[in-house]
Structures are given as C-alpha cells and as structure tokens.
C-alpha cells in the first residue's frame, strides 16, 4: 500500500501553481519516505540521501529536432464495448466532436494537433455525448490519452461558475504537474481556471486555514493534497461533474492509491450523484480490471489485449552482462560513446540506492548525467524534470517515479539497469524483496519502455540482464507481452546495429 503522501511528499511546485503548493506540508520538515511509489529504498541504511546533478559542462546542449508530423500505427489494436442505446460514432476529425471554437483554437494553435488520434476518435464520442456515461479506457502508451480527458474537462467546464467542476487525480506530483500544463495550453482561449493540487514546499507553506477556498475551475493534483484540502474544507467537490483517474489502474490498485482514490471517489459521489468517472491506463491488469468494473457503473470501455500493447516502433533488445560492472560499462563505453547520435535516454533503476550508485558512477568517469527519485526535495526534482524537458540534460537516470505517463517525445532511448519488481508489503514477501523469488512487474515495464517512442516515434530499448535470475524475469516479460525482445552481444558493432535497426542511428 503506498503512503498517501509519498509520491510528492516534500516540497514545492515552482510553476505557477505556486499558490496551491502553499497547502499542505508543515514548514518545517522535509520527510525522507519510507518508500514512494515507484521508488523503493533499499532495505541497508543510508541511501536516502542525496544525488545531487552533475555540472552540465560536458554535455552539449541538444538541439531537438521536431520531427514531421506523426501518425500512430494504424495498427492500434482497440476494442470498445458499449452499453445502452446511446450510439456512439467514432470522430475523424476534431470539428465532428462539437468543440468550442476556443477549444479548437488551442488544438490547432497551441497544441499543433492536426487529427484526433485513435483512442482520440473512439473515446471523446462516448466522453463528450450526454449521458455522460463512466468510461474505463485503455490506450497504448504515448497514444494521447491526456488530450482525451482534458477535452473532456474543458468541454464540461461551465466557464461562468467559478467553482471546482473537473477533478484529475494523478500517481506523481510530476504527472500532475505535467497534465496541468497540457490543460493550460489546450484551454488557453477558454478562459477555464485551473490549479495543481500538490504537496507545499516550506518555503511557499500557507496554513490550510489561512487560505481562502479554491474556486479553480479544474482542479489537477495527487491524492493525498486533493483528499486533504476536501477534508479541509477548502475544496468544494458539490459542482463537480467530471472525475479523471489517470494511471486508474495504478491509482484503484491494492498496492497503489485505492483508498484516497475510493475516499475522494465516494465523497464526490455524495455531494454529485451524477459525476462522470473516467480511468485511463496503458495497463489493466486482470485483478484491478475486475475490480474497477466494481467500482464504477453503468460504464464503456476501452481495451486492448495485453500482447498487442507492446509498441511497434520501440524495439526491445537485451546484453547479457556477466556482472553489476559490466552493466555500466555497457552504459558508458557501448552508448555514451555514440554520444550526439542518441536522443535523450532514460536509465530506469529500482532503487533510490542504484540510481545513487550509477550517478556517482557515471559522473566519476566523466559523464554528465542527471538523477531523479523520490527522495530528493521537490525543488530539486522540480529542476531535474525542467533541465531535461528543455533539453538541457540528456541522460536521466530515475527510479520508477518516472515510469508512468512521463512524455517526452525527444526520448529515443530508454535503458533497464534492472527490471521493474512486483511490490509485496506482507512482511514474509518483504524478506524477498528483490531476491529471487520476486516476480517482475510486467505493467511498470510495459510504462517504463513507453517512455521512448511517444505517439509513434521511433524508440530503442536496452535491457541489461546479469545472472540466471533476470535472464528468467526477461523470459517472463517476454511470454506475457509475446514481446520479442532481441539479445544483442556486447560489441561496438552488435549494439550499432541494433540501434540502426530501431531507426536511432
Ligand atoms: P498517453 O496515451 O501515454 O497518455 P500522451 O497523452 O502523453 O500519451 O500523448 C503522447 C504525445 O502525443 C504527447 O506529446 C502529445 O502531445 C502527442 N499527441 C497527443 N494527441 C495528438 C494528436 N492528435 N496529434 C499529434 N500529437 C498528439
Ligand atoms: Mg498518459
């Protein structure tokens, strides 16, 4: 079960939420989580500490290159079940979806978007037409699933009541943070408010009790933050009509957020009866998919068959390394080394101890690298995202508080330190916490590699595997995606051509 707080539970929002920042956390202390979501400490002493970045001297700045405009795979394997009369056509463009013209105009201006993409086209029908059924939608990673559901909030909002309306409930304060921006930009013309609920830093701390009640239209944030300011009164949930889960499987599941998420879902309830609910994912494992359908009624869905969610553009490749030592160089001599060539690259590690091993590492022969995870201040974390979202930074290294809903379209290359493992809280599962017997968590890879090859761009993904025990884990990645994940030998050559074949080099 993941602590409330724990995804976000330091500090600040330097952005222009900065007022809603001023929430939540006392001023005084900055708490080291005993664990966040998607980030564990290692069980030995001492790690929570600091990665602090390296100096950006040895790398040059990127230059990013907007690639033409990009089509996902036609291929894109959706089925929709309906219920009700209610006929539902899919939309070919955005004018067949009867969007405001401000709406329209922060499609097309701001965000660029020429035709709504496939999850686009089949969910906004069934989000935007009376009677606003609930909808469970899964899409693959990096199909625009954001956009489905702030539409959905911008088309519900009504701009004239200056009231909390649309609520979005998201796993990181990152994502959060993320999602706020896309729903500035795509509302610009609208005049809509907006305000990111997510934990205060100390410098910008203001007493719940002295703050005056939200009146932001849309209301964008963590769990914890939201479920504090409803039960402090400040945040009104009695105008409220539409209810987003993003990452809904990670949010309603046992070891994720299910409790704030069934608390704020039932509160919701009370005071509207008739709120729309909408959970999007990549993922719906079986045990959270049957429990969502639980959860909420009346519903559509959305889903697609777990071997068919594999990306077509990001190819899965795997080095056997024969020790920890060799996983770096293969980091350092096989990639770094091809430097300019790469786009910008993810290195995933499961623990805030790793991330801080292979920083140190990676900075003391000389390379630049940046690190995020959750024990940093959100200060600090909030510069990382920033440096590396504008392009400053080119090797983020991060625990899985970046695994999901992270976009960035620049990032071609997303390498395994390790493979992402099933979290058991039970204190027997505990003691084998990372040792052989733990199971790989096949969701939290699946989001890992749709890090690279947003919206059907090209993607490479590399593996490292040392020993019988994650060679096995691979396998068991490999026969629940059916995913081909190609062994590449640890060769200059070998691993060239391998990024050749993915279209990187
Ligand atoms: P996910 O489905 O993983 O949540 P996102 O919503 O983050 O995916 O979208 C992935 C990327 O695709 C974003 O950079 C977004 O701007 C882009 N995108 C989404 N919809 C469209 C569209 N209709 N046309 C062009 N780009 C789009
Ligand atoms: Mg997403």
Same mark, same amino acid.
């Given at each position: 079960?993941?602590?409330?707080?724990?995804?976000?539970?330091?500090?600040?929002?330097?952005?222009?939420?900065?007022?809603?920042?001023?929430?939540?956390?006392?001023?005084?202390?900055?708490?080291?989580?005993?664990?966040?979501?998607?980030?564990?400490?290692?069980?030995?002493?001492?790690?929570?500490?600091?990665?602090?970045?390296?100096?950006?001297?040895?790398?040059?700045?990127?230059?990013?290159?907007?690639?033409?405009?990009?089509?996902?795979?036609?291929?894109?394997?959706?089925?929709?079940?309906?219920?009700?009369?209610?006929?539902?056509?899919?939309?070919?463009?955005?004018?067949?979806?009867?969007?405001?013209?401000?709406?329209?105009?922060?499609?097309?201006?701001?965000?660029?978007?020429?035709?709504?993409?496939?999850?686009?086209?089949?969910?906004?029908?069934?989000?935007?037409?009376?009677?606003?059924?609930?909808?469970?939608?899964?899409?693959?990673?990096?199909?625009?699933?954001?956009?489905?559901?702030?539409?959905?909030?911008?088309?519900?909002?009504?701009?004239?009541?200056?009231?909390?309306?649309?609520?979005?409930?998201?796993?990181?304060?990152?994502?959060?943070?993320?999602?706020?921006?896309?729903?500035?930009?795509?509302?610009?013309?609208?005049?809509?408010?907006?305000?990111?609920?997510?934990?205060?830093?100390?410098?910008?701390?203001?007493?719940?009790?002295?703050?005056?009640?939200?009146?932001?239209?849309?209301?964008?944030?963590?769990?914890?933050?939201?479920?504090?300011?409803?039960?402090?009164?400040?945040?009104?949930?009695?105008?409220?009509?539409?209810?987003?889960?993003?990452?809904?499987?990670?949010?309603?599941?046992?070891?994720?957020?299910?409790?704030?998420?069934?608390?704020?879902?039932?509160?919701?309830?009370?005071?509207?009866?008739?709120?729309?609910?909408?959970?999007?994912?990549?993922?719906?494992?079986?045990?959270?998919?049957?429990?969502?359908?639980?959860?909420?009624?009346?519903?559509?869905?959305?889903?697609?068959?777990?071997?068919?969610?594999?990306?077509?553009?990001?190819?899965?490749?795997?080095?056997?390394?024969?020790?920890?030592?060799?996983?770096?160089?293969?980091?350092?001599?096989?990639?770094?080394?091809?430097?300019?060539?790469?786009?910008?690259?993810?290195?995933?590690?499961?623990?805030?101890?790793?991330?801080?091993?292979?920083?140190?590492?990676?900075?003391?022969?000389?390379?630049?690298?940046?690190?995020?995870? #959750?024990?940093?201040?959100?200060?600090?974390? *909030? /510069? @990382?995202?920033?440096? =590396?979202?504008?392009?400053? %930074?080119? !090797?983020?290294?991060?625990?899985?508080?970046?695994?999901?809903?992270?976009?960035?379209?620049?990032?071609?290359?997303?390498?395994?330190?390790?493979?992402?493992?099933?979290?058991?809280?039970?204190?027997?599962?505990?003691?084998?916490?990372?040792?052989?017997?733990?199971?790989?968590?096949?969701?939290?890879?699946?989001?890992?590699?749709?890090?690279?090859?947003?919206?059907?761009?090209?993607?490479?993904?590399?593996?490292?595997?040392? #020993?019988?025990?994650?060679?096995?884990?691979? *396998? /068991? @990645?490999?026969?629940? =995606?059916?995913?081909?994940? %190609?062994? !590449?030998?640890?060769?200059?050559?070998?691993?060239?051509?391998?990024?050749?074949?993915?279209?990187?080099?």
């Amino acid at each position: 079960m993941a602590d409330p707080a724990a995804p976000d539970s330091t500090t600040s929002n330097a952005s222009s939420a900065a007022s809603a920042d001023a929430a939540t956390t006392p001023p005084v202390v900055t708490p080291v989580p005993k664990r966040a979501w998607g980030d564990e400490e290692d069980d030995d002493v001492g790690d929570a500490g600091d990665s602090s970045s390296a100096p950006s001297e040895y790398m040059e700045s990127l230059k990013i290159q907007d690639e033409k405009t990009l089509e996902e795979p036609e291929d894109s394997n959706i089925t929709a079940v309906t219920t009700g009369d209610t006929p539902y056509s899919s939309a070919s463009t955005f004018e067949d979806l009867n969007l405001s013209p401000e709406i329209l105009k922060g499609l097309y201006v701001e965000m660029k978007f020429q035709k709504p993409s496939k999850i686009q086209a089949i969910s906004l029908p069934m989000i935007l037409t009376p009677p606003y059924k609930d909808l469970i939608a899964q899409a693959h990673n990096g199909s625009g699933k954001t956009t489905c559901f702030v539409l959905g909030m911008l088309s519900r909002v009504d701009v004239n009541l200056k009231a909390p309306q649309a609520f979005c409930i998201c796993p990181t304060r990152e994502l959060a943070m993320q999602n706020i921006e896309v729903l500035k930009k795509m509302g610009k013309y609208t005049g809509i408010t907006s305000e990111c609920a997510v934990p205060a830093d100390s410098a910008n701390y203001v007493p719940m009790s002295k703050r005056p009640p939200i009146t932001a239209q849309v209301v964008i944030g963590t769990p914890g933050t939201i479920k504090k300011w409803m039960s402090s009164r400040k945040l009104g949930v009695s105008c409220v009509k539409i209810l987003v889960f993003d990452e809904a499987d990670h949010m309603l599941s046992e070891d994720g957020f299910r409790d704030d998420s069934l608390r704020i879902m039932r509160d919701i309830e009370k005071s509207s009866p008739h709120c729309q609910v909408l959970l999007f994912s990549a993922t719906f494992d079986e045990t959270v998919k049957n429990f969502v359908s639980r959860v909420v009624k009346d519903y559509n869905q959305l889903f697609v068959k777990k071997e068919e969610l594999s990306l077509e553009g990001v190819k899965q490749y795997k080095v056997i390394c024969p020790d920890e030592l060799a996983k770096i160089r293969v980091i350092k001599d096989r990639i770094f080394e091809l430097g300019e060539k790469l786009g910008q690259t993810i290195i995933f590690v499961r623990t805030r101890n790793s991330a801080s091993m292979l920083h140190k590492a990676l900075v003391d022969y000389g390379y630049d690298v940046t690190t995020i995870q #959750g024990a940093l201040t959100t200060e600090h974390r *909030d /510069k @990382i995202i920033k440096e =590396f979202k504008d392009g400053l %930074t080119k !090797v983020l290294i991060s625990t899985d508080l970046l695994s999901r809903g992270f976009d960035q379209q620049q990032v071609n290359l997303v390498i395994n330190y390790d493979l992402p493992l099933k979290y058991e809280s039970s204190s027997e599962a505990m003691k084998f916490r990372s040792s052989s017997q733990s199971e790989p968590n096949y969701e939290v890879y699946l989001h890992r590699i749709g890090r690279a090859g947003r919206f059907g761009r090209k993607g490479a993904v590399f593996n490292l595997l040392c #020993g019988d025990v994650e060679m096995m884990r691979m *396998d /068991k @990645i490999q026969n629940h =995606f059916n995913s081909e994940v %190609t062994e !590449v030998r640890d060769s200059d050559e070998d691993i060239q051509a391998a990024l050749k074949t993915a279209g990187l080099l």
